[in-house]
Nanobody
Framework: EVQLVESGGGLVQPGGSLRLSCAAS????????MSWFRQAPGKEREWVAS???????FDADSVKGRFSISRDNAKNTVYLHMNSLKPEDTAMYYC??????????????WGQGTQVTVSS
């Protein structure tokens, strides 16, 4: 059974940093692309970043230069490093895998999410 468990969210001041983690199990992690999405209240879920086997990485324009995605295949974990956080980054953050389309957030497997709140 595929399991994705996010952690690391919390309350942070504008300009601060957080590192989210997503621990994966139940599938050959190193051979799968992993992605982060977020969903703010009243908004659609949006793609944030993806990392592929071989470490090819892509991220959304809204987080470019501030967020970065990485993976540790030995730990079956994917990370989202978030810097220079803004109030508009406030959302529930989800990791996902086996995605048919990141544009439409169509993925087979999702974690339960971790809340990030950016506020002074």
């Amino acid at each position: 059974e595929v399991q994705l468990v996010e952690s690391g969210g919390g309350l942070v001041q504008p300009g601060g940093s957080l590192r989210l983690s997503c621990a994966a199990s139940g599938f050959p992690f190193s051979t799968y692309a992993m992605s982060w999405f977020r969903q703010a209240p009243g908004k659609e879920r949006e793609w944030v970043a993806s990392i592929y086997p071989g470490d090819r990485r892509f991220d959304a324009d809204s987080v470019k230069g501030r967020f970065s995605i990485s993976r540790d295949n030995a730990k079956n974990t994917v990370y989202l490093h978030m810097n220079s956080l803004k109030p508009e980054d406030t959302a529930m953050y989800y990791c996902a895998t086996r995605c048919q389309s990141v544009d439409t957030a169509t993925c087979n497997n999702w974690g339960q999410g971790t809340q990030v709140t950016v506020s002074s």
